[in-house]
């Protein structure tokens, strides 16, 4: 078989066709980082499609908001940007229980939330409460009371693993290292739901553990 240059005009157009989708692609990337990059960050509810196309379908109805048994839906104020009137979750205040039904999906006609489902790498499939992926807790150590500084001595804390719904999976308290009396809190990214339950009820002010969106 005789080698092809790249000269011809068949491979010319495949790399000219390559070109274009790569192009295609980076704009369409840069275009969604610049959409959702308008507004802040925000918790979404249970089962939100990526960010821009949560924006796209999301007809601010407010039915999920309605159909919270725990009122922890809110509304987006005018700071959202494009996400004005768009729902939210804030954990500080009331985070999301993990309905078994997750009836704010159930209402949601417009498909911008959607039943989570989730395969793992070993076929298993996971889906509704457990595939709930909102975002991910992060803990900070500067303000975590298991970590000390010059004003405190380190104590023993697990507030945060006791009201996590999936306890010693999605957050545990690590054994203590060498040269410290107490273990730490460690959040597993791939379980955490990013409900928000260990940020409610984290009792370091101010809070010592928070949730980051998901943002696509």
């Not at 274009?20 to 249970?46: D, H, I, Y």
């Not at 989730?118 to 499939?125: A, F, L, N």
């Not at 945060?160 to 290292?177: K, L, M, Q, S």
Request: glycine share 8%; net charge negative; aromatic share 6%.
């Amino acid at each position: 078989m005789s080698s092809r240059k790249l000269d011809e005009p068949q491979e010319r157009g495949d790399f000219f066709k390559s070109l274009g989708s790569l192009f295609a692609g980076f704009v369409a990337n840069r275009l969604e980082e610049a959409v959702t990059n308008l507004g802040p960050k925000l918790l979404r509810p249970p089962g939100a499609l990526d960010e821009l196309e949560f924006l796209t379908k999301c007809t601010r109805c407010d039915k999920c908001m309605r159909a919270c048994p725990e009122n922890a839906i809110l509304k987006a104020g005018p700071s959202a940007g494009l996400g004005l009137n768009t729902p939210y979750l804030d954990p500080r205040s009331i985070p999301c229980f993990l309905c078994t039904t997750l009836p704010c999906i159930a209402e949601c006609d417009d498909e911008a939330l959607v039943w989570p489902q989730i395969v793992r790498t070993d076929g298993t499939v996971l889906e509704g409460p457990r595939a709930v992926r909102m975002g991910t807790a992060r803990v900070k150590p500067g303000l975590c009371v298991t970590w000390g500084d010059l004003d405190r001595e380190p104590r023993a804390c697990r507030v945060c693993v006791d009201r996590c719904p999936y306890p010693e999976e999605a957050i545990r308290i690590t054994a203590p290292r060498e040269g410290e009396t107490v273990g730490h809190p460690a959040v597993d990214a791939d379980v955490c739901t990013g409900c928000g339950l260990c940020v409610f009820a984290c009792p370091a002010e101010p809070v010592a553990i928070i949730v980051e969106p998901r943002r696509g």
